[in-house]
């Protein structure tokens, strides 16, 4: 048998290669019935070859989508993330110089309004804060070198900040108007009121009080402060604050109404400080100047105009005597 089995083994190997599948599909191919137990037998043994085929692929499939296939799409994200911070970084820089232009058109706007101030800008370096995070002073880049000198008005866009308190070469102090030092004459916007804004050194908001003795028409919250010029130290026509309530409290023969500042303190960069006013008499610029009433020589070697058409100048009265001419020096050479 064997030696048979061992001569006709190509034979034999070969038949069953053949009739197996055949079988299978004619099996297969009936209609439908119940699992026969070759069937039943072979699905024990393929299953789980086919279960670690499976996962095999499914491994070797993740492996290609998340290292090989992905090289290229890592790199790109690489590449947008890095161009993502630029833009980013750019924006940043866009949105800062939009403020910074903002701010000098409001300055701009605020000097074609008020061509009677003379201003000059500067930054703030430091910043002194309460416990609770509020600014109760603040120091400038600025001082002596500027013309900066103690008790100059500092504005912001046309509002109040405060007025300096101390100065050096390069530097300046400023106090706040919400500084319990600070007093303000301002008068109210189209109410006929008129009193003194003095701060409240609160260590937690920005709140100064108006005192007033009376009042002409009902005040509302909102109602704007300027400043009334009656100080003799800030110009009139600036901008104070605003009424944050209406109850009032009686101090003495005064009454006091809680002010908002008209300026944001936390949020301030750049501040103006004005270091003199245009008088509206003034001559312009490049026209000659006005003889002395005195008659004093006028500076620069000009002099006074003198009067025409055979007109003479007016006689002292009450027996003063006119000064006489200096008789002049007599010329070489003459008699």
Known sequence: MRE???????????????????????????????????????IRVTAPVQGAASRLLS?????????????????????????????????????????????????????????????VSAHIIGKDLSPYGRVIRISLDAGERSGFAEGMPV?????????IVAVSGEYAEVMLTVDARSVVNVRVLNKGVTGSVTGTSSPYNYIARLSYLHRAEPLEVGDQLVTSGHD?????????????????????????????????LADLD????????????????GTAPLPPANGAPVPGGAHPAQP????????????????????????PGGR
């Open 59 to 119: 491994g070797l499939s993740e492996v290609w989508h998340g290292y090989i296939a992905l090289v290229d799409v890592e790199q790109a994200n690489e590449k947008l993330r890095e161009e993502n911070v630029a833009l980013q970084a750019e924006a940043a820089r866009l949105q800062i110089i939009l403020v910074e232009n903002a701010r000098l058109r409001e300055e701009l706007e605020f000097k074609k309004s008020r061509r009677d101030l003379r201003t």
């Open 270 to 285: 750049i501040v103006q400080v004005i270091i003199g006013v245009v008088e509206a008499d003034a001559p312009p610029p």
């Open 308 to 331: 025409t058409g055979g007109t003479h100048p007016a006689q002292p009265t009450g027996g003063a005597q006119p000064a006489q001419p200096t008789p002049a020096a007599p010329r």
């Open 4 to 42: 048979f089995l061992a001569r006709h083994r190509r034979t034999i190997v070969s038949f069953v290669g053949l009739a197996l599948p055949l079988f299978l599909l004619y099996v297969h191919g009936r209609s439908p019935r119940k699992t026969t137990i070759i069937e039943k037998a072979l």
């Open 232 to 264: 003799k130290i800030f110009p009139p026509g600036l901008l104070v604050g605003s009424i944050r309530s209406l109850e009032e409290r009686q101090r003495e023969v005064e009454y006091e109404l809680q002010v908002t500042p008209s300026v944001n």
């Open 155 to 163: 504005i912001h866009a046309g509002a109040l900040v405060g007025r």
